[in-house]
DNA sequence: TAATTTTGTAAAATAAATGTAAAAAACCCC
DNA sequence: GGGGTTTTTTACATTTATTTTACAAAATTA
């Protein structure tokens, strides 16, 4: 499932557009501030950023020209949504590295036209950082969804995939259970049971030799030696 | 140098955007119907098409409907630059497959803006498929349109041939469903039902012994073994 | 160290995805 | 427009994946 970060401050729009891109089968996330949204881009793989411009704080156009320097989320498809409709607005916009600019106020068709116009391209790009992840033995080939151990292919579930790709991307991060439901399951884990650690176990045993470079944190969570 | 092919019967909109883009460093060419445009598009290999809606004889959206149904230049970048500035006319053109939609008037900065925007993606590879691929016991000649299996050839339909010519072509990567709709179907598969796995298993069946080297990947898609 | 909490793991239960045949619909070629 | 073919949809069987459970082991706390 492809994950939409909203960039929007305003709520009744930004749940708008989350209301009509969860009823296309798109997972959503919300940050009403640039900084929020730096911080979800952390946690969750997008695969598109929806980036109004009017911001409180840091304004659309200093975000868009961070991430577009960021080697992890340079690639990442942006769609710049504004009520700044000039032109020349337009055109800066496009020159800072957006991918396109959607007019306020605009429909939902119209949007998820061009979400769907840009995610057709995305076939080749996936945003996401590298193709090939490499951690000791344990390669990661996301291009073609393959891994291998010492050379070897190994056939993992979608979640284990799932699971080693957000590691191997981020060899420095402990990642909680929360987050880890966050990101590859995308709820909120009210009730948590021990699905993550089921899984995090299998992954482990499929990845034989190196089972052991996923450590546990007590209390904390799960990540790379 | 990156070449772009006009696709406009105005020759002085056309001059004026040859004049400009030549400025700005790229190669144009300028075909003044859709037929002439499918001719250049044989002998060029264009980078993208600006494409003009209002063509005499074959009409713009028919040109790109043709475009991206064609495995060779459906990867190719599509601008409309269209005087049919509803909603409805931009919606209907992106999800016939355009890029972008630029509404007359345009200025030349804009023009360029979202050029440079799609090009930054580097979108276009024109990769000329081999003429006989071969993986174990089964050839594909493309040039004959024939399919081989163990040197007997057997009668596939039209989308059995299209998929396994593109998993021939792409032996180590698996293939979403979605993707594969893109690529064979054309680009608005909304609601998808099974048509792929329909299709995956008769192609199956047809491979005769070599039917489980197409294998499926669990919420991922299809690949070679 | 004992009590408590947290994590590991196998296996059962549940849920979801895929395989497949056949009916229905669409397409095509006289 | 009719007859054959291809494509899509449907329904159900089968397989695979995911979640839950229960208990053992390890770590943490007091």
């Given at each position: ?171 420095d991060t402990i990642f909680s259970r929360d987050r880890l439901l966050n ?15 089921a899984h995090i176990a299998s992954l482990r045993k499929k990845l034989l ?17």
């Amino acid at each position: 499932m492809r994950n939409i970060l909203i960039i929007e401050d305003d709520t009744d729009i930004a749940e708008l557009i989350t209301y009509n891109l969860q009823k296309a089968g798109y997972k959503t996330h919300h940050a009403v501030n640039a900084n929020e949204g730096l911080i979800i881009l952390g946690e969750v793989a997008c695969d598109i950023i929806l980036l109004d411009l009017m911001l409180p704080g840091l304004k659309g156009m200093e975000f868009l020209k961070i991430i577009r320097s960021n080697d992890e989320y340079s690639n990442i498809p942006v769609i710049i949504i504004s009520a700044k409709t000039h032109e020349q607005d337009i055109i800066s916009g496009l020159n800072t590295g957006a991918d396109d600019y959607l007019p306020k106020p605009f429909s939902m068709e119209m949007l998820l036209a061009k979400i769907n116009t840009i995610l057709r391209r995305g076939a080749s790009w996936t945003g996401r950082a590298a193709n090939i992840l490499e951690y000791q033995g344990i390669k990661l080939d996301d291009a073609n969804h393959k891994v291998y151990v010492d050379g070897r292919e190994i056939k993992l579930t979608h979640k284990e995939y799932e699971l080693l790709r957000l590691f191997l991307s981020n060899p420095d991060t402990i990642f909680s259970r929360d987050r880890l439901l966050n990101s590859i399951w995308g709820y909120d884990s009210q009730s948590y049971t021990r699905t993550v650690d089921a899984h995090i176990a299998s992954l482990r045993k499929k990845l034989l030799s190196y089972g052991d470079v996923i450590i546990s944190v007590s209390k904390t969570g799960y990540g790379l030696k």
